[in-house]
């Protein structure tokens, strides 16, 4: 079971990164795909099957956040990559602010 979640937790990954990368250059470019149904819906299906085979992952190995320091970083690199990829996509009050936040994110 660990093998195949662990599959599913990678390709929830590029998939992830690969979404936010693309999205990214259709808010920088002013594409309408960026405000598409399935473009606003997919991002969170991808994101929550990421966040529930990273906790049967760590339920699995038995590593914890603040027990681990190892998942208590990669927890807080998920809280900073979520409030910059807002800025970048929804919030960034300036184009340069949201490119700003985009590199960061990334």
């Known amino acids: 079971m660990y093998f195949a ?7 929830c990954v590029v998939l992830s990164a690969v979404g936010f990368l693309l999205r990214g250059v259709w808010m920088l470019s002013g594409n309408a795909l960026l405000s598409h149904r399935l473009t606003r819906i997919l991002p969170h ?7 529930g085979s990273a906790i049967v992952l760590a339920v699995l190995i038995e590593q914890y956040p603040f027990v681990a320091p190892w998942v208590t970083a990669k ?9 910059l990829g807002t800025v970048a996509l929804k919030r960034g009050r300036t184009p340069w602010a949201r490119l700003a936040a985009f590199v960061a994110a990334m």
Do not use: C, E, P
């Open 5 to 11: 979640v662990k599959h599913l937790h990678v390709a």
């Open 45 to 51: 299906v991808v994101d929550s099957l990421l966040l």
């Open 75 to 83: 927890v807080f690199g998920l809280i900073a990559y979520i409030l």
